[in-house]
């Protein structure tokens, strides 16, 4: 497993697949749609009350991003099960 860990060449050819470089983007692609989820929700509690964030406002977007981010994973793991036993 080590030299496995250690073959450079190894790692390069498995970093340039196709399945490596579809599972680097899908991976992107859900942190850049978090991303922006959390600032959306943000900026529309910024325009529901201009005097500016409270600590209850916060700490509700933080549980409302952290049952989103839950909600994402379980669906994940769901489709990655029936992926695997669909082979």
């Known amino acids: 497993m080590r030299y496995l860990a250690n073959n450079e060449k190894l ?7 196709y399945p490596m470089r579809k599972a680097a983007r899908f991976v992107a692609g859900i942190l850049i749609r978090t991303k ?3 600032e959306r929700t943000l900026e529309e509690l910024r325009k529901a009350n201009p005097q500016g964030l409270t600590e209850a ?3 509700e977007v933080s549980q409302n991003f952290t049952q989103f981010m839950k909600n994402r994973i379980e669906k994940l ?5 029936d992926d695997k036993y669909k082979r």
């Open 11 to 17: 790692i390069q050819t498995l970093a340039d697949s």
């Open 36 to 38: 922006l989820y959390k």
């Open 57 to 59: 406002d916060k700490s």
């Open 77 to 81: 793991k769901k489709m990655l099960e």
